[in-house]
């Protein structure tokens, strides 16, 4: 057997030293992450039972999305450290007997397809190993957490270890381990460059060189900054974090805020805009929620817009399906932009058509004014942001490099559908003309006077 030297660097010893059961490392390419989980699952973990406990057998399962990412990297990493073991090609299972006295069952499998979380529910397993965990589906995590503790009968401890590069701060990832750690878990966030010495020459020199184009790509992948997990292709190709989000946060001009609305699903979502100087659009404050009716949601927007912005008036655009009429609880019919109505939104049927609506985001991308962004987004506005980043996305079909004609829906697609649904609008150069000075004041007492007044106002097409 071939002796080989592995030498953590500070931040994988620090995680190999840890004694938190649940643990996850978060680093660039390169940085060294892959061997320390192998270490940890092929070696420290066995021996610390072996030693503690006395369990000379245990078994681990070790998940990559795909089959093919699986074997083409975590399974040669293991067979590159540990190449001596007897590999159950069929079944995909390797096991390593150490000169210590103690043995290690490695399960290799993929998960990308939601009913694979099928091949978790019976599993007996010590602990499991998920490399580039940001890939894989939060229910799958929760089903090897029920069935991780349980290999060999009555296990004293349990184990879960994930390697990723850094997925986005709405992740579970960044919540459950490092926002608000749950019991049990920590995270370790690698500093760029920590495993350069034993990487070849100019390794990251390279790649930001590559990469010089997509400085979103080097933030995530060379410096180790928290980014998206892209599932497919991009809905947008000109959208670069370093011209289209400020620095600081954007501060509201007065006159006139458009909003747009996702208002027909279970899972409402608003944005509101400023136009400061025409050609400009900036992005206030996005608003959404994983599930809520479009009451509670209006009522929660209008509240805090009213707070921020107390003067301010509204033009107010939103997805024509909800403007479709069904059944009301105790008779009677009414649609989600009647409910709004009620809490003094009062919305305009925006473009049904996607490739305009997404045109005019795309457009709007592309423009500069005397050099600068002509949309310039609000740092607060992480979801937009992380969809422009790749959160938003076209699906692909399998593996076959072919994309759907539709993005995927997610938590992206509802709040980057709000900003569609306004910026089609502004780009066919309707402003609403104020004729009177009627404020948009929140709640029901505000509702009667503004549509009494509809009239006070109308379109002109003069140009944002």
């Not at 092929?42 to 039972?49: Q, R, S, V």
């Not at 049904?352 to 795309?362: D, K, L």
């Not at 009177?436 to 505000?446: E, Y």
């Not at 006070?456 to 097409?461: G, L, M």
Request: hydrophobic letters at 30%.
């Amino acid at each position: 057997m071939e002796t080989k030297i592995y030498d953590p660097i500070p931040t994988l010893l620090r995680f190999h030293e840890s004694g938190s059961p649940i643990r996850v490392v978060i680093g660039p390419v390169g940085s060294g992450k892959t061997t320390a989980a192998t270490w940890e699952v092929c070696y420290y973990l066995p021996k610390f039972m072996f030693d503690q406990y006395g369990i000379k057998k245990t078994r681990w399962v070790i998940i990559r999305n795909t089959y093919s990412e699986l074997t083409d990297t975590t399974q040669r990493t293991i067979f590159e450290w540990f190449d001596w073991g007897k590999h159950l090609k069929q079944r995909e299972i390797y096991l390593l007997k150490h000169p210590e006295g103690f043995e290690v069952e490695l399960l290799f499998r993929s998960c990308d397809r939601p009913e694979d979380v099928k091949k978790f529910k019976s599993l007996e397993i010590t602990g499991y190993w998920i490399d580039e965990s940001s890939e894989v589906k939060d229910q799958i995590k929760l089903m090897l957490k029920n069935r991780i503790g349980r290999f060999p009968r009555k296990c004293p401890v349990r184990f879960g270890i994930e390697t990723t590069n850094p997925p986005d701060t709405e992740s579970s990832t960044y919540r459950d381990f490092f926002q608000s750690p749950l019991d049990g878990h920590e995270g370790f966030q690698q500093p760029p460059r920590e495993n350069e010495a034993n990487l070849r020459d100019r390794y990251y020199d390279d790649l930001i060189q590559d990469y010089a184009h997509n400085p979103d790509w080097i933030s995530r992948y060379v410096l180790g900054k928290w980014g998206v997990t892209v599932q497919g292709k991009p809905v947008y190709n000109n959208f670069k974090t370093v011209l289209h989000v400020a620095r600081q946060s954007l501060i509201y001009s007065g006159g006139m805020l458009y909003t747009g609305w996702d208002n027909s699903g279970n899972c409402p979502a608003c944005v509101i805009i400023q136009v400061p100087t025409a050609g400009l659009i900036q992005i206030l404050a996005e608003y959404h929620t994983e599930r809520m009716g479009i009451v509670d949601f209006g009522e929660m927007v209008v509240s805090d817009r009213n707070r921020r912005w107390p003067n301010a008036e509204y033009v107010e655009w939103g997805d024509p399906a909800g403007f479709a009429k069904f059944s009301r609880t105790g008779g009677g019919l009414t649609s989600n932009s009647e409910l709004l109505q009620e809490v003094g939104v009062i919305l305009k049927p925006s473009d049904q058509n996607w490739e305009a609506r997404r045109e005019s985001v795309e457009t709007q991308l592309g423009k500069l004014l005397g050099g600068e962004p002509a949309m310039v987004i609000d740092p607060s506005c992480t979801r937009l942001i992380n969809g422009f980043l790749g959160g938003y996305s076209y699906p692909e079909q399998g593996t076959t490099g072919i994309y759907g004609l539709k993005p995927i829906k997610n938590k992206y697609s509802h709040i980057h559908e709000s900003l569609q649904y306004v910026c089609v609008m502004l780009n066919r150069n309707v402003r609403i003309e104020k004729r009177s000075k009627l404020k948009h004041g929140a709640g029901i007492q505000n509702w009667n006077r503004r549509t009494e007044s509809k009239q006070d106002y109308r379109e002109v097409y003069v140009g944002y």
